[in-house]
């Protein structure tokens, strides 16, 4: 099993910046790929950004230039670096992990941290 814990999120101003961090415990050994999604109520989950175990990431269209995705495997973490933030960034920020065991292949989600962006 894995567990994500998120941090990170709060109200900021359009324009500004935020980090976000995700800290993986268990058998951290076993993941493969880490991701952020985030989530308006009312609509889907949607994929910011994922990155690999090797570090090739993966972004969302809308975010492309203004966010990245690094993963330290050493410490078990993956970060979304936020940039020029806008209002639409607003939303629910998941992490996301994706591992395999006994050649099965499992997901694990943190709890989410708010992201607000004011206009």
């Known amino acids: 099993q894995v567990l994500l814990v998120e941090s990170g999120g709060a109200l900021v101003q359009a324009g500004g910046s935020l980090r976000l961090s995700c800290a993986a415990s268990?058998?951290?050994?076993?993941?493969?790929?880490m991701g952020w999604y985030r989530q308006v109520l009312g609509n889907q989950r949607e994929l910011v950004a994922s990155?690999?175990?090797?570090?090739?990431?993966n972004y969302a269209d809308s975010v492309k230039g203004r966010f990245t995705i690094s993963r330290d495997n050493a410490k078990n973490t993956v970060y979304l670096q936020m940039n020029s933030l806008k209002p639409e960034d607003t939303a629910v920020y998941y992490c996301h992990a994706e591992y395999s065991l006994v050649g099965r292949t499992f997901e694990s989600w943190g709890q989410g941290t708010q992201v607000t962006v004011s206009s």
């Open positions: 990155i690999s175990r090797g570090g090739s990431a």
């Open positions: 268990g058998n951290v050994f076993s993941i493969n790929t």
